[in-house]
Every structure is written in C-alpha cells, then in structure tokens.
C-alpha cells in the first residue's frame, strides 16, 4: 500500500523530490528519465505520482527512450493517467529530441565512405515505423549541400520517382546522389525491387552526368550499402 505522501502530486511533495525544483536547483543532467516525462505530463492519477507513472510508461517499453520515440498518441493514451494532451505532449518532446540530433551540427560534412552517409542519414530514420526514400546530394567535391525525403509508404514499401529524386538533385545543383530507404522491419537484406530501381537510377544518372554513388538501407543501428557490396 502507497503511503499518503506517495500519492500526493508533485506540487505537494518535498521540495527536493519534486523534479522542476530539483531541475533548477541541479540541472537538467541529475534528472532521470522518468524524472523529465514527470515534468512533461505534470500529473499522475490517483494510484501513482507523475514519477511513478513514467517510470511503468518506460518500463513497458525497456526503459529504452528510442523504443518510447516511436510510439503513438494513441498507445500513450492507453495508460491510466495519460489523456490525449499528455500523450501529445510525450510524442511531440521526443520528436523534439530526434530534430536536435538531426540538424545538431552546422559544419559542411564529406562523404568519404558509406559510414559518413549513414551517419548523416540515420537520423531521419529514427523512429519511423514506415518506409521512407531520401536521398543524400553532394557537390562535385562529395560534400552534402542537402538531404531530402521522395515518398514515404506502408511497413512493407514505398515508391523512389525517378523523376522526381533527379529534378531534386538537378534543383540543388547536385553532382551526385546517395539513395537511403529504411526497413523497419531491421531485415537489411535488398529485395528484388530495391535491386531492380538501384539498377534503373544509376543508369539513369549516367545519362544527366548526375551520378549515383550508393544505396543504402537503414535501420535504426544498422545499414546495408550496396556499393560495399559490388551492386553498384
């Protein structure tokens, strides 16, 4: 049985328990994960405090903040305490994190192996429970002057337009093009329809001198580059 104090809100309880005064008076670092979603959601339910609430919430999914960043509205919204607005307010803090990542450095990056594409590209993938086609452009030089989604699909596909990646490219003044989809599913293996529209853009690349360089498929940790593997 929780005592008194236990149940009581955040705004009741000992100063140095509550995580904002414990934010402001030790920073941001000292909270945990379940400290941080307390202050998100502010309150519990009638059974837990903020804290405890988001500890189970983390629970439920490993305690892995990645897992947590693809969830939906409406899973959050399945747990006792967590309404439309607190599960909105969860998903749009971690989508948050994830654009940090993704534009968290300004310096110009060359792309000298599949591992420096990978790394720019990983995180647009983050999280994604669909696919998605990207491509990476890079100037005569092969550093990056842009990044831009295609098509985004289903869980089992979606659609690379020729035309629309090169006029994108052509648009940017690119010299050349890395492909980028992810599999959701974390099987890095190529199907036939991956092999079969790489094939078809980089022949179509050589005929506007506008070159592709590789293809890569993504999962959350991994990638698949099919010029390391001799397709390209």
Same mark, same amino acid.
């Given at each position: 049985?929780?005592?008194?104090? *236990?149940?009581?809100?955040?705004?009741?309880?000992?100063?140095?328990?509550?995580?904002?005064? /414990?934010?402001?008076?030790?920073?941001?670092?000292?909270?945990?994960?379940?400290?941080?979603?307390?202050?998100?959601?502010?309150?519990?339910?009638?059974?837990?405090?903020?804290?405890?609430?988001?500890?189970?919430?983390?629970?439920?999914?490993?305690?892995?903040?990645?897992?947590?960043?693809?969830?939906?509205?409406?899973?959050?919204?399945?747990?006792?305490?967590?309404?439309?607005?607190?599960?909105?307010?969860?998903?749009?803090?971690?989508?948050?994190?994830?654009?940090?990542?993704?534009?968290?450095?300004?310096?110009?990056?060359?792309?000298?192996?599949?591992?420096?594409?990978?790394?720019?590209?990983?995180?647009?993938?983050?999280?994604?429970?669909? *696919?998605?086609?990207?491509?990476?452009?890079?100037?005569?030089?092969?550093?990056?002057?842009? /990044?831009?989604?295609?098509?985004?699909?289903?869980?089992?596909?979606?659609?690379?337009?020729?035309?629309?990646?090169?006029?994108?490219?052509?648009?940017?003044?690119?010299?050349?093009?890395?492909?980028?989809?992810?599999?959701?599913?974390?099987?890095?293996?190529?199907?036939?329809?991956?092999?079969?529209?790489? /094939?078809?853009?980089? *022949?179509?690349?050589?005929?506007?001198?506008?070159?592709?360089?590789?293809?890569?498929?993504?999962?959350?940790?991994?990638?698949?580059?099919?010029?390391?593997?001799?397709?390209?």
């Amino acid at each position: 049985m929780k005592s008194y104090q *236990e149940k009581l809100g955040i705004k009741s309880w000992a100063e140095a328990d509550r995580p904002r005064e /414990k934010l402001l008076l030790n920073g941001r670092r000292h909270l945990t994960d379940a400290e941080l979603i307390a202050i998100l959601i502010s309150s519990g339910n009638k059974n837990e405090t903020a804290v405890d609430l988001s500890r189970r919430i983390l629970a439920t999914y490993n305690n892995d903040l990645d897992a947590l960043g693809k969830v939906s509205v409406k899973d959050l919204s399945k747990f006792y305490g967590i309404g439309e607005a607190k599960a909105i307010t969860i998903v749009a803090a971690l989508e948050i994190g994830r654009r940090r990542k993704d534009t968290g450095g300004s310096d110009v990056i060359k792309i000298v192996t599949p591992v420096d594409a990978f790394e720019v590209l990983r995180p647009v993938f983050a999280d994604l429970n669909h *696919e998605e086609f990207w491509i990476l452009m890079l100037n005569q030089a092969n550093y990056v002057i842009g /990044k831009q989604a295609i098509s985004s699909g289903g869980t089992a596909g979606t659609v690379a337009d020729p035309k629309i990646i090169f006029k994108t490219a052509l648009d940017h003044n690119a010299t050349y093009v890395i492909l980028a989809h992810n599999h959701p599913s974390g099987n890095l293996k190529p199907s036939k329809q991956d092999i079969d529209i790489t /094939k078809k853009l980089v *022949e179509a690349g050589k005929t506007l001198e506008l070159y592709v360089l590789d293809h890569l498929i993504v999962t959350n940790k991994l990638f698949y580059s099919f010029g390391d593997e001799g397709l390209i």
